[in-house]
């Protein structure tokens, strides 16, 4: 029997982050949380999931967003290595009309999905990063 795949979840809407997990779960995926990004680091360094879930905006007191903690992450040893995919809506909060293309420097992510999510491409893009989930026997 292998090891479940750990999945952190870093977003700072509460529902957001227990529909992702709820979903996620039943599909045969550990998950950790983070509200914050900085706790979300730190659950990182802690428990050094297979992937990142991290949101973009953050509400309350200053701290890095989305899109700075994804090339801090990066550029940080202990971290480095941990794919991220993005849930975010910034497009559509702030009206805008471009995408974001995951790149090696600005935004070193594997996939920006836009929120609402949609169960079926989440989980599509987590299995394009972690591989096809087991089966669960019959």
């Known amino acids: 029997m292998s ?9 700072d809407d509460v529902q957001v982050v227990d529909t992702v997990e709820t979903l996620l779960q039943s599909v045969g995926y550990e998950t950790i949380h983070a509200y914050r990004t900085e706790a979300g680091m730190d659950l990182a360094r802690q428990n050094k999931p297979d992937l990142m879930l991290l949101d973009v ?6 701290g890095p967003d989305g899109f700075e903690t994804s090339r801090l992450i990066q550029s940080d040893p202990d971290l480095k290595g941990i ?20 790149d090696d420097t600005w935004l ?4 920006f999905l836009e929120k609402p999510l ?13 591989g096809p989930r087991e089966k669960a026997a019959a």
Do not use: N, W
């Open 3 to 11: 090891k479940r795949q750990r999945i952190l979840v870093v977003d």
């Open 57 to 62: 905006m953050f509400s309350g007191p200053p």
């Open 83 to 102: 794919p991220i995919i993005m849930l975010s809506g910034v497009k559509t909060v702030m009206g805008l009309h471009y995408d974001f293309s995951p």
């Open 108 to 111: 070193p992510i594997k996939a």
């Open 118 to 130: 949609r169960p079926d491409k989440l989980l599509r893009e987590i299995e394009k990063v972690l």
